[in-house]
């Protein structure tokens, strides 16, 4: 017969007034809404003491990862729309949502959470490249970094067929800025700045302005200008054309794919708030990551599509 | 019928059947690529990893198709030009 010792019982009792304190949290927060401030910060403090909580739990690393995510992607998708708002779907701009104001010059979402993206960027980056090591024992973030950069190198290569040198830095930058900032929508009142038109168009304008550089760089303008007459010259005005209707494509469907999963998930809460969005938002997170794959991929055709025409032998062997 | 009873009537009729139809289309297409890449998948397994991740290229431009519907439904339900026109002339 297992006897119980109070002291266990000591211990746990915790955890379980936690979990009490976590669900009245959430219970108040959908019939209520949030507020005020100290609603927020008193909910979200008593989340991340039971997460602590459950993380010494669960022995399994993987495991207790997993439901980490679950549970973050779960409050992430809950408190980023509102149920208590009568329409449900936050279809604002998130161009025009004031963040913070500076005397005359007022901060919109987009700039601010690309900033934010930004800067997470720049702080990974800056840890993992603070002291690189070339000997056996390198550490866990140098070897990610390294890993995150050879994929795309070796994507550059296999597409392009040319030098990844040159087209690794404005590629890497879009394939981690769109993945990054989809990653984060797991945040609590993130959001993508992706979903929104301004960045996307920005984006394709950059891979529109980077076309005829890296072509003419490529090929000497003459040699530029004949992709326009390639077939025929009948074919010029469909050609550039095309160079139009590709560049607004590139745009729309990065636009859409993210604005499409944001109005599903918030319909998805009107209908049933708790569980029931996480699959919708998991697959939200595997379709963000496929379009900064499909973004990056194209940008590079599109960019390359005018290559000297040696293949490009790799060097330092990166395979 | 009011003018903007048609509207508006016509509005969430066409916002439906355009994602319907756009919704269709890329269905079919969709699931083209995918039966061929299964295809290509069980004739080649060694490539396995490449083909899946060309197709998962080629699903996402596929795609696209109704995403472009999608996003003129929510202009037709969210920011329609004829019924903020009808509504003003309504006004006058």
Redesign the interface.
Known sequence: MIKTEPSQILQKAPDILLLGVVFIALIVRYFVGFSGLMDIVWSLVALMAFLIRVCLWIKNPVGRWILIFLIFSAWGSSVHFKPSVIDGID?RNIDVIPILTIGPVTIGGTVFYSWLVMGVLTLISWLATRNLKTTLRVSALQTAMESVVRSIRTQIIEVSGDNPARYLPIMGTFFLFIGMSNLMTVIPWFRAPTASLSTTVAFALCVFCAMPIFGIQNAGIKGYLKKYIEPTPIMLPMNILSDFSSML?LA??L???M??GA?LGSVLMMLAPFIVPLPIQILGLFTGM??A??FT??AIIYVSSVSPRQPFEDHLNFY | MEPTTLIGAISVLAAGLCVAIGGIGSALGEGNVAANALRAMAQQPDEAGNITKTM??A???V??TA??S??IT?MIM?FNPFWNYAVEAAAK
Request: charged share 5%; hydrophobic share 55%.
């Open positions: 279809l494509s729309f469907r636009y859409g794919n604005l499409s109005i496929i379009q794959y499909v991929l194209l | 998962y290229a699903m996402a431009v795609e696209s995403i472009y999608l996003f929510m969210y």
